[in-house]
């Protein structure tokens, strides 16, 4: 149980295209979501916080225009890199939070994407 | 000074031994610890999750909280070349809040 898909797994993009990452909790419902960016070598940075029918509330530092969060279902969030440019080439994953298995405050990660823009 | 301390190694061991690995952290708000295993371009995967001080069990796996000390450890027995890995450990306080990660501790089990 707790199964968290990304789709897609890795995306080559030309610079100023815009590209969607979808995040699915497969057997659970997720009212929260989260979306990280990962460099080389590097531990997780939170990039936001996604509540099932309401804004992303993002860190400090990410811009919100620039990356696009929607969670429509209790089973999908989307993160939309908008007019994406190298220095967004970076490892994205998200993760769910699953209030009825383990405990409310762990978080259940996906696969990853990873994305390079030329 | 971070919020959450973890030794990033990396940490090289021959296959079978016992492996100690460690998180001290400063904000006694966190309630909720956690440990993740990633393999390289890979998520996290969950390995334990524990709450209260004490030790938790799991197959070769063991993870220790002592809040007093405000310090964590996973230790893993009769380690595998497959535990090769980046070791992240995690924590939250109550009521929602976002994880702290530690920098990840990289293990190499040789055979």
């Known amino acids: 149980g707790a199964v968290v898909s990304q789709h897609p797994s890795w995306v080559i993009c030309k610079s100023g295209t815009s590209v969607k990452i979808e995040c699915r909790s497969l057997?659970?419902?997720?009212?929260?979501m989260f979306w990280y960016r990962q460099f080389p070598k590097q531990s997780l940075m939170l990039m936001a916080t996604?509540?099932?029918?309401?804004?992303?509330?993002?860190e400090q530092g990410v811009e919100k225009d620039k990356f696009l969060i929607n969670h429509a279902s209790l089973t999908l969030s989307t993160l939309t890199v908008t007019s994406a440019h190298p220095e967004d080439s970076s490892f994205y994953i998200c993760?769910?939070?699953?209030?009825?298995?383990?405990?409310?405050?762990?978080?259940?990660f996906g696969p990853g994407t990873r994305l390079l823009v030329l | 000074q971070k919020e959450v301390e973890q030794d990033p190694g990396p940490l090289s061991v021959p296959e079978g031994a016992i492996v100690s690995l460690n998180c001290t952290y400063s904000?006694?708000?966190?309630?909720?610890f956690m440990w993740y295993r990633q393999y390289s371009r890979k998520g996290p995967e969950l390995l334990m999750y524990?709450?209260?001080?004490g030790n938790k069990e799991d197959g070769r796996f063991t993870a220790q909280v002592d809040k007093s000390s405000k310090y964590i450890s996973l230790f893993i027995r009769d380690s595998q070349p497959s535990d090769s890995a980046t070791y992240l450990c995690?924590?939250?306080?109550?009521?929602?809040?976002?994880?702290?990660f530690g920098a990840g501790t990289i293990l190499r089990v040789k055979s």
């Open positions: 904000n006694s708000a966190f309630q909720y």
């Open positions: 993760s769910a939070r699953d209030y009825s298995g383990l405990g409310g405050e762990t978080q259940y």
């Open positions: 996604s509540n099932e029918g309401s804004k992303a509330t993002y």
């Open positions: 057997d659970f419902q997720a009212t929260t």
């Open positions: 995690a924590m939250t306080s109550s009521g929602g809040n976002k994880l702290v």
């Open positions: 524990t709450y209260s001080s």
